[in-house]
């Protein structure tokens, strides 16, 4: 039986770390942007639109929590992004998928916002599944 190893180059490995301080920067300021919407949605809903024939009928302030700890936890899981965890990667690729779902809901409350940070959650996404394990 042969046995095969592979090694990958100084360049690969900086770029695959590259890869994941990038999510964890972009978790982080998404996270922080969520929670700071969370607050609003809490403290005063007229700084949401109001949007009378939408589906996705949500009490805004039951939604600002629900911003607030999503976005909490994003913050958390950067952190754990800057420490190289494993278990950080995978935490990150959840949450930030369940915050592209959130987000994607708040559209017609917050569209502008909602998109930018729905596309900053994909480039999360993207950056910690391209990065292989060591």
Known sequence: MTTTTHHRSRTAQA????????????????????????????????VYV?????????????WGWIQLVLGVIAMGVSAGL??????????????AGL???ANFLSIPYYPVWSL????????VIWALCVVRED
């Open 15 to 46: 770029s695959a770390g590259g890869l994941v301080t990038f999510a964890a920067v972009l978790l982080f300021v998404a996270g922080l942007l969520d929670l700071f919407r969370g607050i609003m949605a809490i403290a005063d809903d007229d």
């Open 116 to 123: 930018t940070l729905i596309a900053l959650y994909a480039f």
């Open 50 to 62: 109001s949007t009378p024939n939408y589906i996705f009928k949500f009490d805004l302030t039951s």
């Open 99 to 101: 915050l592209v779902i």
């Open 82 to 95: 800057f420490s190289r965890a494993l278990w950080a990667r995978v935490v990150g690729v959840g949450i």
